[in-house]
């Protein structure tokens, strides 16, 4: 990528601040009591370590829909290779990426011009998914019932690159397993209870490189956005350049990389399914003049026939489901259509499933708050 395209500068209001505000109280979960014991444990000890770190999902949930995550049980090797290859792959000349590019029949593979909230990403990516094959709606049509399989476009160069992301995937898919087993238990729900959605799930990875950018304080790696699945597991590097808008004041925090660390975010997916009690939180990527950064996201989602709703158990008469339900597969594709092209629409978002009352209050607050939501 040359000089700044017009295409990737923010709206003033988006721009990066120059001042960088780190996190503090981003809480750090030391995730050993579950991944050296199951959830079936038997001594008192251990079933008390087990409270308590569901105490502290619950706590890092509902107040911040972010945290970080140590002894994860990922060994550091399988992460390091993925890295490794990713850059190797990146560096290759142009032509040599776009071989494996994706378009509008397969949104898998390479990318460099995707666009967040209509404004292009200082980014360039590689999509695929963790299920061979994954099924998804052929359309985003709503009446069109056909489905599809996205084949993985796995590039011939560097020939590691497949093998290295095989192995990550079924390391982080144990931890994703841990992951919503704990979420279930700290909604008060058997630890088991979202095990189903993920059947034929359609959970895709993305290596993401971000190249130095010329100007870092008008464009972004990825602009402000909220992750539209169940919850994502985020490998970064050690440059640092993620932001979480923080739910108590609506400021940009800086999350500084811990070394091994994954960072996990509540996607929009789980606030729905919990009615609100979680919240999926806007974050964005910043440039970096001088350091090109790599990260990997591991985007968790259900299977495309989910009818994403309010979870019986979590709603009654005195707390009512806040939200229609929705179609996973078509809600994705949907999105994906608007990130293909540079669409000058608003894209899709939970927010339109709100039911009327809860819908009003909302436009309220993105009023108030000065946000599209
Ligand atoms: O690169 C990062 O730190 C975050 C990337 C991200 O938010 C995304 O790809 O959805
Ligand atoms: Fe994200």
Not at 40 to 60: W, Y
Not at 288 to 298: A, D, G, T, V
Request: proline residues 7%; charged residues 25%; negative net charge.
């Amino acid at each position: 990528m040359g000089a700044v395209d017009p295409t990737f500068i923010q709206e003033l209001e988006h721009r990066p601040k120059p001042a960088v505000i780190e996190a503090h109280g981003i809480p750090q979960i030391d995730l050993s009591p579950f991944t050296t014991t199951s959830p079936a444990t038997t001594t008192t000890a251990a079933a008390a370590a087990l409270r308590d770190l569901v105490d502290q999902i619950r706590g890092a949930c509902a107040n911040w829909g972010f945290f970080q995550v140590i002894n994860h049980g990922v060994p550091i090797e399988s992460r390091e290779k993925v890295q490794a290859a990713a850059k190797r792959f990146f560096d290759l000349p142009a032509e040599e990426k776009r071989k494996v590019r994706r378009d509008e029949a397969n949104p898998l593979g390479y990318y460099d011009t995707e666009h967040t909230k209509n404004v292009r990403d200082w980014k360039e990516v590689f999509d695929f998914t963790v299920e061979v094959p994954t099924v998804m709606p052929a359309s985003y049509e709503s009446d069109d019932d056909e489905v599809t399989e996205y084949p993985n476009q796995w590039p011939s160069y560097p020939p590691e690159l497949r093998e290295a992301c095989e192995e990550y995937v079924k390391d982080v898919q144990k931890l994703s397993n841990k992951l919503l087993e704990l979420i279930s238990l700290s909604l008060n729900l058997p630890a088991n209870r979202l095990q189903p959605f993920f059947k034929d799930q359609t959970t895709f990875v993305r290596l993401n490189h971000y190249p130095p950018c010329l100007a870092p304080d008008l464009a972004l790696g990825v602009g402000r956005h909220k992750d539209a699945g169940a919850l994502t597991i985020l490998a970064q590097d050690d440059v640092g350049g993620l932001e979480v808008k923080r739910k108590t004041d609506g400021e940009w925090i800086f999350v500084k990389p811990t070394p091994n660390a994954f960072i996990i975010n509540v996607g929009d997916i789980i606030q729905v399914w919990s009615n609100d009690t979680y919240e999926s939180v806007e974050h964005r990527v910043r440039v970096n003049s001088r350091k090109e950064r790599f990260s990997i996201p591991f985007f968790v989602n259900p299977a495309h026939y989910t009818v994403v709703e309010p979870l019986v158990e979590l709603t009654n008469e005195q707390n009512p489901a806040r939200y229609k339900g929705y179609n996973w597969g078509k809600f994705f594709t949907t999105r994906k259509r608007s990130n293909f092209k540079k669409l000058d629409v608003e894209n899709i978002q939970i927010y339109h499933f709100k039911k009327p009352d809860e819908r009003k209050l909302d436009d309220v607050v993105a009023r108030v708050e000065n946000v599209v939501i």
